[in-house]
């Protein structure tokens, strides 16, 4: 099982998130590339907290495909286009994935994704004992 661990000497995590994840030897990794805002039929959802909420869908979709779950998220690696559109990803966050699951996070605000409609994208990664 994956542990979550925040150092003491750390502050404490500004957001949904663990400092550390230790993963144990035996595990099973899922590396899951960056996930937009497009739903199954290719549509690109209207606004930054739907597009997040998309990308954290198709990650969930990602998981269940390969025999995962939530608890089994080790970090994600979040790209935002406008640094006004962080409590929005926050938000899909905890609506999508919960306040149970705290893997490891980067976010990092970028010039621009593969589409200049595009306004979030979502790397995971996951590992199952």
């Not at 998130?17 to 899951?32: D, G, M, Q, R």
């Not at 739903?39 to 025999?67: S, T, V």
Request: aromatic share 6%.
């Amino acid at each position: 099982m994956n542990e979550f661990v925040n150092p003491k000497g750390n502050a404490k995590p500004a957001g949904a998130y663990s400092h550390t994840v230790k993963v144990p030897a035996n595990a099973e990794w899922l590396i899951i590339s960056g996930q937009v805002g497009i739903d199954a039929k290719g549509k690109l959802q209207a606004g930054g907290r739907k597009q997040a909420e998309q990308c954290f869908r198709n990650i969930l979709n990602c998981l269940k495909e390969n025999g995962m779950a939530k608890k089994d998220l080790v970090k994600f690696t979040v790209f935002l286009t406008d640094p006004r559109s962080i409590e929005d990803y926050r938000a899909a966050r905890k609506k999508v994935i919960g306040d149970a699951t705290l893997p490891a996070s980067t976010l990092l605000i970028v010039d621009g994704l593969a589409s200049p409609d595009m306004l979030i994208e979502i790397e995971a990664t996951a590992a199952k004992a």
